[in-house]
């Protein structure tokens, strides 16, 4: 079992799907949560109301993420664990660089990319004061690959969100402070909510995965607390593939 008691996380995207069961296996395992997420708050929260504190804000919006970590540190104390999972897909917007309405780029690159360097830079002095820290970054596998359907400002964004994990991991190492990636695949999850209108594209998409199945919010969870955890203390700098073997086939 994964012991998080008497540590704090500040979550993004805690209001739904990945990042809301994140936030909740973290309260389930002991740790207080800061949830910050632009959607409003969602019910049955698990634990306690001191385990807790949820707070709707824009993550483009420097100075709400620095009232946010405020907020976390009055409420708990400090913060150990920095869980970058909040992002966007427009489907409908994001499309080849060729063509994309630049104005659309700079909001997918900022919600996408900057929001993380707005967490980053707010989060790490609180870091440092508890002695070490980590933080887990949410990619995509869309980064690694061209798309014939291209989302070339979030392919983009998602490629940064490895470059600058890793910069931080060095600059941050000496700190004790670790920094990683995680990339999921294709995914049951808010962000894929398209599958719900056509069951035929999520079960074609399940065939072409050599496990059998698209990912769950729980996997991409389960994958992010063990890199916050103590068990990954030597890791740090690097990425983890949570796509059931997608990227691994010719």
Request: glycine share 10%; aromatic share 8%.
């Amino acid at each position: 079992m994964l012991d998080f008691a008497d540590k704090v996380a500040f979550v993004t995207g805690a209001g739904g799907g990945m990042g809301f069961r994140i936030a909740c296996d973290l309260i389930n395992h002991g740790a207080r949560v800061m949830m910050f997420d632009i959607k409003p708050r969602p019910g049955e929260i698990p634990g306690s109301s001191e385990q807790s504190f949820y707070l709707q804000g824009d993550l483009t919006d420097e100075p709400a993420v620095a009232a946010a970590v405020k907020k976390a540190v009055e409420l708990f104390g400090g913060i150990d664990y920095l869980a970058n999972v909040a992002g966007a897909l427009w489907f409908e917007r994001d499309k080849s660089a060729l063509e994309i309405d630049l104005d659309a780029w700079d909001q997918v690159m900022a919600i996408n990319l900057k929001s993380m360097v707005h967490t980053a830079r707010n989060v790490v002095p609180h870091l440092r004061k508890r002695g070490g820290g980590a933080m887990v970054h949410f990619s995509s596998t869309q980064c690694l690959r061209g798309d014939p359907a291209p989302q070339d400002a979030y392919q983009a964004a998602k490629a940064g969100v490895v470059a600058f994990s890793k910069s931080l991991a060095i600059q941050l190492a000496g700190d004790k402070i670790r920094s990683n990636v995680i990339y999921p695949g294709p995914s049951e999850s808010p962000m894929q909510d398209r599958w719900q209108a056509n069951p035929d594209a999520r079960a074609a998409t399940a065939r072409a995965i050599p496990l059998g199945r698209v990912g769950t919010v729980a996997d991409m969870s389960n994958a992010c607390l063990f890199l916050l955890s103590d068990r990954a203390s030597f890791i740090t700098g690097t990425e983890l593939l949570v796509d059931g073997g997608l990227l691994a086939k010719p």
